[in-house]
């Protein structure tokens, strides 16, 4: 299966406050873990020179901005670099004939 990488958005967020970053990403770890989406449970997450960084597999592109979304609440985020990839059931299950 060749996937492609999904194109990764950067965002900018207002800061309200100078959070260290170990601090900022358990709270984004946090809210995604609170979610009541399952999926958003599983992303990933890294925060480094200011920018969180949310990586792994969503099932649409509706969950993958709500995961953007969702740690957009986080106090202290200047940007946000959304590297979720989408694949859809139907792309995980299928065959691909091995010419």
Known sequence: MNLK????FVVGVAGH???DGPALLEKARDQ???SPYLELRRVNCDYRDGTLTLA?????????Q???AT???VDG???????LQVQTQAKRFSFQDPD
């Open 66 to 68: 709500v995961a953007q």
């Open 32 to 34: 995604l873990r609170r």
């Open 56 to 64: 792994g597999i969503v099932s649409s592109y509706y969950l993958r």
């Open 17 to 19: 406050g100078n959070s």
């Open 77 to 83: 985020v200047r940007s946000i670099a959304n590297g």
């Open 71 to 73: 740690v957009l609440r």
């Open 5 to 8: 990488p999904a194109p990764r």
